[in-house]
């Protein structure tokens, strides 16, 4: 379906164009994972301002200002070439011309070059603002269902090969914090074969080809995850995001979890013991008779 251009390009700048586009700005404008509908209005917006548009790809990022209707020069800016290319951005900015910095999908230099340009136009005192919208790590955290996680830790791609491969994946594979992993295809298979067999019960989340038309989502034990892969070939095809969701508190001998106990009994120091049950229940959300129950044997202790 042709989009209808104009009408769009106003309604981008009838939504966007109240706020203040300086000169001189870098632009670190997030760009749609799969889905085209999910490019924000403000990114269209700001995409038909700029003077030049820096891109990892140039193929890829014309494709998108070609759907947008929008013809602009193109700076490519990858990771072969990026202090190169940054010194081209500068250039322009130094100008006083804007420039937006895409990645091929998703959010600017979340794994992705773009970390260099970035650090080199703050340092020239150019204004650098980010354009959020949509991000593959973001989605798959939304969706994943993990009641234990508190934090995050991304990693996005391991290694390809070798001893580094093995640390990192030991590394997130033993964090008790949520990991977020990125894998490609002819990976995906692997790394679930490790996973299983370094921690068979931990819960993870696999997102295959987020917001696009064979988009998949599945939770379910690491040990499950490469027979879950091998039942079907098409499992095993495109853009992959693993949330490996965050251990569980081991349980102190009596059933109380271990960081729970540890609350109660430092507040068990300073207060009363119904005083210390009330605050421990308020803090943890942990019931008031099992906490008051343990509160008596470690007082009795």
């Known amino acids: 379906m042709k989009l209808d251009t104009d009408l769009l390009l106003q309604a981008a700048a009838q939504a966007a164009g109240a706020q203040q586009?300086?000169?001189?700005?870098?632009?670190?404008?997030?760009?749609?994972?799969?889905?085209?509908?999910?490019i924000t209005l403000r990114a269209i917006h700001v995409l038909a301002r700029v003077d030049a548009v820096a891109c990892?790809?140039?193929?890829?990022?014309?494709?998108?200002?070609?759907?947008?209707?929008?013809?602009?020069?193109?700076?490519?800016?990858?990771?072969?070439?990026?202090r190169e290319g940054?010194?081209?951005?500068?250039?322009?900015?130094?100008?006083?011309?804007s420039v937006a910095y895409v990645s091929d999908a998703g959010t600017p230099v979340i794994s992705d070059p773009g970390a260099t340009v970035v650090a080199a136009a703050a340092a020239q005192g150019h204004r650098v603002v980010p354009i959020p919208g949509a991000s593959a790590m973001a989605?798959?955290?939304?969706?994943?269902?993990?009641?234990?996680?508190?934090?995050?830790?991304f990693t996005g791609f391991l290694p390809a090969k070798g001893a580094e491969r093995q640390s990192a994946l030991v590394a997130a594979a033993d964090a008790a914090s949520t990991q977020v992993l990125f894998e490609a295809?002819?990976?995906?298979?692997?790394?679930?074969?490790?996973?299983?067999?370094?921690?068979?019960?931990?819960?993870?989340?696999?997102?295959?080809?987020?917001?696009?038309?064979?988009?998949?989502?599945?939770?379910?034990?690491?040990?499950?995850?490469?027979?879950?892969?091998?039942?079907?070939?098409?499992?095993?095809?495109?853009?992959?995001?693993?949330?490996?969701?965050?251990?569980?508190?081991?349980?102190?001998?009596?059933?109380?979890?271990?960081?729970?106990?540890?609350?109660?009994?430092?507040?068990?120091?300073?207060?009363?013991?119904?005083?210390?049950?009330?605050?421990?229940?308020e803090l943890t959300g942990a019931a008031r008779n099992a906490l008051y129950e343990r509160a008596l044997a470690l007082r009795g202790s």
């Open 185 to 281: 295809p002819h990976r995906i298979l692997a790394l679930a074969q490790a996973l299983a067999a370094r921690v068979p019960q931990r819960r993870i989340t696999l997102g295959r080809e987020l917001t696009k038309q064979f988009e998949t989502v599945a939770t379910m034990a690491c040990e499950d995850l490469p027979a879950w892969l091998a039942a079907d070939s098409h499992r095993e095809r495109g853009e992959f995001v693993l949330v490996l969701h965050a251990q569980a508190p081991s349980p102190a001998a009596d059933g109380l979890p271990s960081d729970i106990e540890r609350t109660l009994t430092i507040l068990m120091r300073d207060l009363p013991l119904k005083q210390a049950v009330s605050m421990a229940a």
């Open 21 to 38: 586009y300086p000169a001189g700005t870098l632009y670190l404008v997030a760009t749609p994972i799969g889905n085209l509908a999910d």
């Open 86 to 97: 940054a010194a081209r951005v500068l250039e322009r900015l130094a100008r006083g011309e």
């Open 56 to 82: 990892e790809d140039t193929r890829v990022s014309g494709q998108l200002l070609r759907h947008l209707g929008l013809d602009k020069p193109l700076l490519p800016v990858h990771r072969h070439n990026e």
């Open 139 to 153: 989605a798959a955290l939304s969706v994943c269902g993990d009641e234990q996680g508190t934090a995050f830790h």
